[in-house]
Every structure is written in C-alpha cells, then in structure tokens.
C-alpha cells in the first residue's frame, strides 16, 4: 500500500534527537525509511535515540553544541560528507524554554534563549543551503511555539524567539524556493516532553491546571507532533512551503 509520508531514500538531520519532540521526530523517520543523522549535546543520549531507530546501525550520532553559530555551516558540511549523501531534510527542534518575566530580560538571560532558539536555526540554514549540503528538492522544518502568537506573562523572551522563527520560515521559504527547499514551521501547545515537565515544577498548580483545559481536547504527545514534521519533510508536502502548522490541542482556537 502507497503511504503519502514515506521517507524511504531520504537522509533527514534532526537536531534535539536526544530528547523530546526531537527525538520523536528522529524515530518516526526512521520509521518511515530514512536514514537519521541524530543532533544534540548529549552523545549518550543520542545513542540511545539511535538504540530505539529500527536499523540501529543506519543513523549518525553527531554530537555538536548549537551556541556555537559560525562553526554550524563548517559542521553541517561534515555530517554530509560522513552520511555520504545530500541532507533530504533538516528538523531543528534543539532549543530552550525558561519562564522570565520583563525585569530579568538583561541581556545574558536573552542571549541564553535566542542563540539555540534563533541564531542556531540562522546557522543551520546557513548550512543547509551551502553548495553540495543538501539534495535538489530538500525540507527545512523550525519548531516554532503558540507561545508566537498566543500571549502569556513570563514568555516575552520566549516568545520573542518563537516570533523570530515565523519570521524566518516566510522569507526563507521565499529565498531558497527557486532551489527547491522548503521552510517551515511547526507550532506546539504545550508538549508531553521534559520541557514541559520542567515548566511544571516551577509554576502554581492552578495556572497548570487551567492551561491543560485550554488545551481541550488534550497536550500533544511528542510523537503526535512527529507525525506533522514527517509530513512537512515527505513529498506529500511538495508545494507546502512558507507555512506554520498548529498542534495545541485546541488552545489557540
Ligand atoms: N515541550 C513543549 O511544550 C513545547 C511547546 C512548544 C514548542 N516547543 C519547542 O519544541 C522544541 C523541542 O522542545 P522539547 O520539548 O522537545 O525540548 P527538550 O525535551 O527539553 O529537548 C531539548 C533539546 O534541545 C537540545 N539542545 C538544547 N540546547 C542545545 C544546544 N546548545 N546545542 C545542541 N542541542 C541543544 C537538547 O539536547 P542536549 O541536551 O543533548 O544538548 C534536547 O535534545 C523546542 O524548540 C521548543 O521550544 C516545545
């Protein structure tokens, strides 16, 4: 039977693959077929994200930390020659989220969110679109957040990251499609994830238990996110481009 998301043939970097959203994402493509090169500080980590991919032996572990802007183009040039093949696909789902209000916004406490959040997605698509990185028809996917567009207190740096990454997806998408490379975003409610989890432990339980009813018909699991990253990244999304896909559970709504 034809299935529209196949990923058979396709080599897909996926950077956050040691936990997450990220790692999700990681599995569910290499379900699908591909070959997965595994993005993350954590080698351990990755290992085990690598130890859960059917074909264990098939997917990369590249260990590489992502503050480090102007050495991701040098980087991505690397883990193409070693997986022998052009990038197919790029997922950047590395990132932070710290809950901050305005009066600790200095500019340590911002840099700390914008340069995994922002400059590395800058730098990955540096390199992604460097001559000989990726293949003739390739998908960008940027983890984007409702945090962009749906306001709450304690997110302004946050959310002023998420707002960035729009941003980017839309010209982006506008400067590499004459080479047929894809930009977008996925926009998560709040995610069964550590990053979750970490949230939680830090905020009242009132304000949990309101915004997981806002989130009506349930918070997406990892893998329910996965499942659109996988889209955006087969052909079925061939003339998607420039977009943000919502997943929130309704929160948005
Ligand atoms: N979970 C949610 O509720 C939610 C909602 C909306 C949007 N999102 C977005 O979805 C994405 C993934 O979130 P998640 O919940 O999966 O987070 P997570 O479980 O905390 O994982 C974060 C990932 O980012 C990687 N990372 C962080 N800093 C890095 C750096 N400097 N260099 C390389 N890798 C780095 C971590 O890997 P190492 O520790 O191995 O470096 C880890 O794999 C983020 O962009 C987040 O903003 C999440």
Redesign the pocket.
């Known amino acids: 039977m034809h299935n529209p998301l196949d990923l058979t043939g396709k080599t897909i970097l996926v950077?956050?693959?040691?936990?997450?959203?990220?790692r999700a994402i990681a599995i569910l493509c290499g379900q699908l077929g591909a070959r997965v090169v595994l993005?993350?500080?954590?080698e351990g980590?990755l290992r085990e994200t690598q130890a859960a991919l059917p074909n264990a032996e098939m997917h990369r572990v590249e260990p590489?930390?992502?503050?480090a802007m102007d050495g991701i183009p040098a980087w991505i040039t690397g883990v193409r020659e070693r997986a022998e093949a052009p990038l197919d696909g790029l997922v950047h789902?590395?990132?932070?989220?710290v809950t901050m209000p305005i009066r600790v916004a200095n500019r340590a406490n911002t840099d700390n969110l914008m340069i995994?959040?922002v400059y590395a997605a800058l730098g990955l698509l540096r390199g992604f679109s460097a001559k000989g990185v990726a293949a003739g028809q390739s998908s960008v996917v940027l983890?984007s957040?409702v945090a962009s567009f749906d306001g709450s207190p304690g997110l302004v740096t946050y959310a002023g990251t998420k707002g960035a990454i729009n941003g980017i997806v839309r010209s982006a998408a506008k400067e590499l499609g004459p080479r047929r490379v894809r930009v977008n975003a996925i926009a998560?409610?709040?995610?069964e994830?550590?990053?979750?989890h970490e949230m939680k432990a830090t905020t009242p339980d009132a304000v949990i238990t309101k915004l997981e009813e806002e989130h009506f018909l349930g918070i997406p699991k990892?893998e329910e996110v996965a499942v659109m990253a996988a889209y955006l990244l087969s052909d079925a999304a061939r003339v998607v481009t420039g977009t943000m896909l919502v997943i929130d559970g309704g929160y948005s709504a």
């Open positions: 950077t956050g693959a040691s936990s997450g959203i990220g993005g993350g500080r954590r980590a590489f930390d992502l503050t789902s590395a990132g932070l989220s995994p959040n983890l957040s998560p409610g709040y995610v994830t550590p990053m979750y990892p």
